[in-house]
């Protein structure tokens, strides 16, 4: 059966990525934050997963805002990185795990999360920073195939938070449903606080970001308790991003080990954290399809 052995949160600002990309990693203002990366990189790189389910957000670059899904899973076979408007990221295709994806669209909908479905996406930074994040130097391909699970944070209603850690249990169900041996990593991308336009640009909330850090592992559903305006008055309006942590959070066990974390402040005008935690795993199934111990 397919397990998770981890789950990493992590920004997804684009500039972390064109820092990589230009080489400019080294630089005084990049290093802090790319010194912060270094354990966690290391963990993963020992800890390779076969495939990685990306929860993130297009924003409005490979997906028109004509049609806006709340929740989408992609299930192609390849994902081409999008054109941003500066050319594509010199960063490989992203392959994709379509029986994986057909499985999690499945079992979701049969637990009653009314997913959209892309067989064709191109996948824009909200996705490939995250894989930069966990590995800089992919050469010709990244080390896992990937499905996308996309959330609208962009356009009013988002899900609620809560909505989205309990998308996240039914995920972790749906991934260690699969009867592949497989090891899967889940992605839980956007955030910390910023606001990238109007008359709060540039706000940083610190306290809420090391909370937000803290309770991710200790308290997600403190979390979920609050809503899409409380995101976005403590966080900003691109902050309410951090929803999609509870996504990946839902899907790992609550038997977690904090691996490493980071927080820097800025990368252009955002609040930077990234939380890595090791899943060991939940009880076996029993052959009713119950966790041994929770009935
Ligand atoms: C920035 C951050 C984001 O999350 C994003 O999607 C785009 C831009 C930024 O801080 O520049
Ligand atoms: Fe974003």
Not at 138 to 143: E, H, K, R, S, Y
Request: with cysteine; net charge negative; hydrophobic share 45%.
């Amino acid at each position: 059966m397919a397990e998770v052995i981890w789950g990493l949160a992590t920004s997804h600002v684009p500039s972390i990525g064109a820092a990589m990309d230009h080489r400019k990693t080294a630089d005084p203002y990049w290093k802090p934050l790319f010194d912060g990366y270094a354990p966690a990189r290391e963990w993963m790189a020992a800890h390779r997963p076969d495939v990685a389910v990306v929860v993130y957000n297009d924003h409005a670059n490979a997906v028109g805002l004509d049609l806006v899904p709340t929740f989408a899973i992609g299930t192609a076979d390849s994902y081409d990185v999008a054109d941003e408007g500066w050319g594509r990221r010199p960063v490989p295709q992203v392959i994709g795990a379509p029986e994986l994806s057909e499985h999690l669209v499945r079992e979701l909908v049969d637990a009653s999360f009314d997913i959209a479905t892309f067989h064709k996406l191109d996948v824009d930074h909200g996705l490939t920073v995250p894989l930069s994040v966990y590995c800089p130097d992919p050469g010709d391909a990244w080390p896992c195939t990937v499905v996308p699970l996309l959330v609208n944070v962009i356009q009013y209603p988002q899900p609620t938070a809560a909505r989205c850690l309990a998308l996240g249990r039914a995920l972790g169900r749906a991934i260690r449903s699969f009867p592949q041996d497989l090891k899967v990593a889940v992605f839980g991308t956007g955030g910390m606080s910023h606001q990238l336009a109007g008359a709060r640009a540039g706000l940083i909330n610190t306290p809420f970001d090391r909370m937000f850090l803290e309770a991710i592992e200790t308290d997600p559903d403190r979390l979920a308790a609050l809503s899409r305006e409380d995101y976005i008055r403590a966080a900003g309006t691109e902050g309410i991003e951090l929803i999609m942590w509870l996504i990946m959070r839902g899907a790992l066990s609550d038997r977690i080990t904090r691996i490493h974390d980071t927080y820097h402040v800025p990368a252009s005008n955002t609040a930077v954290g990234a939380a890595l935690f090791q899943d060991h795993g939940h009880p076996p199934m029993t052959e009713e399809g119950t966790e041994e111990g929770m009935v």
